[in-house]
């Protein structure tokens, strides 16, 4: 089992910069990918990033590439997201997820694990 825990969201002005952190519980971080998902109110959760489990892959969705990276530190249990440039449609809650499916990295439901999320608002 594995118990996520999100932290760095907040308030920040139109092309501030935030870095998220996920702190994973659990014996075995290094064997599950991670993943950000993101969810704004009135919207279906989407996915932003997600990062395979030895580090190795990145995925991004559209709307946030080149503009955030995605990192692990498996010796730590912990997952960032550095996000960039950020716009007001950026503002979301942001969920960390771990997951074992091989592959689907940007598909919710091959994530095992969810945080309670942290909330990102961004004003222009």
């Known amino acids: 089992q594995v118990q996520l825990v999100e932290s760095g969201g907040g308030l920040v002005q139109a092309g501030g910069s935030l870095k998220l952190s996920c702190a994973a519980s659990?014996?075995?971080?290094?064997?599950?990918?991670m993943g950000w998902f993101r969810q704004a109110p009135g919207k279906e959760r989407e996915f932003v990033a997600a990062?395979?489990?030895?580090?190795?892959?990145?995925y991004y969705a559209d709307s946030v590439k080149g503009r955030s990276t995605i990192s692990r530190d498996n010796a730590k249990k912990m997952v960032y997201l550095q996000m960039n440039s950020l716009k007001p449609e950026d503002t979301a809650v942001y969920y960390c997820?771990?997951?074992?499916?091989?592959?689907?990295?940007?598909?919710?439901?091959?994530?095992?694990?969810w945080g309670q999320g942290t909330q990102v608002t961004v004003s222009s």
């Open positions: 997820a771990a997951g074992l499916t091989y592959g689907m990295e940007y598909r919710a439901s091959t994530y095992n694990y």
């Open positions: 990062i395979r489990s030895s580090g190795d892959s990145t």
């Open positions: 659990g014996r075995t971080f290094s064997n599950y990918k």
